[in-house]
């Protein structure tokens, strides 16, 4: 009897998870802006040296201290030679020398980060492309490729005059096959544009980011960006067929394939995948794309502790299998943030804080299979007290009102004040326990924030204080890079390296892999033109 009334307490309890509502005119409602909305306003503390006649800058910039970067003395500089050449190759429109915009693509969407490049080029095709890079290479004129610029660690904005090539002009889709779902198009291409398209086409893109809005097609390849359902669908290296990408001397490499297998020799295109525009510059890709299912489902859930965050994951990973489409967590002090920092955003579940939440989402192609699925999934959690509470979304305005809350949590940061940032790949029953110690290390110092991929493994690692202070970086690196190394981890596990983590590789790379990349920098770009001082340590450069 006392065992039927635990489970007769707990169906009621999960009834009122099923049933509650959340009123279509609340707070909850949130419509998604193409662009993101908010704009830093931190400036980027760089001093600048002289060391001989080479120019230096000493960054020392949000989760990296401080280090002394110097341009190249090999790389030349503008003339008015140069100018005039890519007018006759691009048109004057697309040369642009204006203070304004220069400012606007000098420096990253976070403002982390600010060169001086005195040239911004807009190619239109990849015969553009291949004819800038030919020229940059033989006048040993450095080179920035730069799509979205939404990057997090400085990889898409020079660091000194470096000239910078957009290749948001080339946006066109190529082609798309309605029976294998390959998309074929140009790097260009906004990944939000991409979703809208592929949407009325009946199937979706297999990468979803907070910054699709603004992100560029070509960059989310060439940092292999991750995103929210790299759990359901994997990453850019399983789902990218082909790319056509341009070498440093303007050589145009065509593995623009659109074959699911292809055993011929070496598969190259990965080379190209996740090294940040350093090797070549992508001007199309080939992408699969999954169907789009009808029925999705998303659950926001509240946890006691962290250990309850695993189990639900390997809980869900069973019951809810391919379905699954989704696992984020956030931890307490990331929904205060939140929910403090961003205009409209509500609690679903109001009675109380708790420890930790996590949105679960499901996608399939059957409602009253996966409805069934889910909510016997969250009984079973509930009377295994995996389950706090929890709320499901009713509509399209609630489900994205839960999204809101997750991908709201950078933007709530940077609106705290000042943030360390650190995206790190960690054994999953390990992840929190970073956080902890680093709460104890930091004490009254800052607020630490943790949040993620819990699906995938990647913690997104944030340190919030009122304003940037030696002592706390001082107790932050290099303890969080030989903690994450200690464990096995990885030091990046979406962002990329970028200037920020060039130096740092060796906490997740030995020195023989290192060397081995750098052989294969100096095969393909001998002058080392293309995103100098990035990924590889300078001392490689």
């Known amino acids: 009897m006392e065992k039927w009334r635990a489970t007769s307490n707990l169906r009621r309890s999960l009834k009122s998870i099923l049933n509650r509502r959340l009123s279509p005119g609340s707070d909850f409602t949130y419509y998604f802006n193409q662009k993101r909305s908010f704009k830093a306003s931190l400036n980027p503390i760089r001093d600048y040296k002289s060391v001989g006649e080479v120019n230096a800058i000493r960054y020392k910039y949000f989760s990296s201290a401080s280090t002394l970067v110097q341009r190249n003395p090999s790389f030349s500089t503008l003339n008015s030679d140069d100018i005039s050449y890519f007018k006759r190759l691009l048109g004057e429109k697309n040369v642009v020398q204006d203070e304004d915009k220069l400012e606007t693509v000098n420096t990253d969407w976070m403002h982390k980060y600010k060169g001086s ?3 911004l080029l807009q190619p239109r095709s990849t015969e553009e492309v ?36 957009n290749v948001g002009s080339m946006n066109n889709i190529t082609s798309f096959d309605e029976v294998s779902g390959i998309l074929v198009c140009e790097a260009g291409c906004i990944l939000e544009n991409l979703i809208s398209f592929l949407d009325n086409q009946g199937f979706i893109m297999p990468l979803d980011l907070g910054a699709k809005g603004s992100c560029q097609i070509g960059g989310n390849v060439s940092t292999n960006a991750g995103g929210l359902r790299l759990v359901r669908y994997g990453s850019l290296h399983g789902n990218v067929l082909g790319l056509e990408a341009v070498l440093a001397n303007g050589d145009v490499l065509d593995m623009l394939g659109t074959l ?34 009808s ?7 509240a946890c006691q502790d962290y250990s309850s965050c695993q189990k639900l994951l390997m809980e869900a990973k069973r019951k809810l299998g391919e379905i699954l489409s989704a696992f984020e967590f956030l931890d307490n002090q990331a929904m205060d943030l939140v929910l403090h920092h961003l205009d409209g955003v509500r609690n679903p579940l109001p009675a109380s804080m708790h420890n930790f939440y996590v949105l679960i989402e499901t996608t399939g192609s059957n409602e009253s299979y996966d409805r069934e699925k889910l909510e016997a999934f969250l009984l079973s959690s509930m009377e295994g007290g995996l389950i706090s509470d929890g709320v499901l979304a009713q509509d399209i305005n609630q489900a994205s009102s839960f999204w809101r809350i997750r991908e709201g949590v950078p933007e709530a940061l940077m609106k705290a004040g000042a943030v360390y940032k650190y995206d ?19 004490g009254n110092l800052a607020k630490v924030v943790g949040y993620g991929h819990l699906g995938d493994g990647n913690l997104h690692l944030n340190i919030s204080a009122p304003q940037y202070d030696d002592a706390i970086l001082e107790q932050i ?6 903690w994450t190394s200690k464990h096995r981890g990885s030091i990046s596990a979406e962002h990329g390296l970028g200037l920020m983590k060039a130096n740092k590789i060796y906490y997740s790379k030995s020195p023989e892999t290192v060397q081995v990349m750098a052989s294969i920098k100096k095969l393909l770009d001998p002058n080392g033109i293309l995103n100098p001082y990035k990924v590889l340590p300078h001392s490689l450069n």
């Open 117 to 119: 490049s005195k040239l």
């Open 424 to 442: 790190l790949s960690l054994p999953v029953e390990k992840m929190y326990n970073l956080v902890n110690d680093m709460r104890v290390r930091l």
């Open 477 to 482: 690196e290099p303890y969080v890079y030989e």
């Open 260 to 293: 699911r297998k292809d055993n011929t020799g070496y598969d190259l295109k990965h080379l190209f995948i996740g090294s940040e525009g350093s090797l070549g510059i992508v001007t199309k890709v080939s992408i699969l794309t999954p169907p789009k299912l």
């Open 130 to 165: 291949s004819q800038i890079l030919k020229y940059c290479n033989s006048r040993c004129l450095a080179v920035v490729p730069q799509g979205g610029n939404t990057g997090l660690v400085g990889g898409s904005v020079p660091v000194f005059d470096e000239v910078i090539v």
């Open 295 to 301: 029925a999705v489902n998303i659950a926001f859930l």
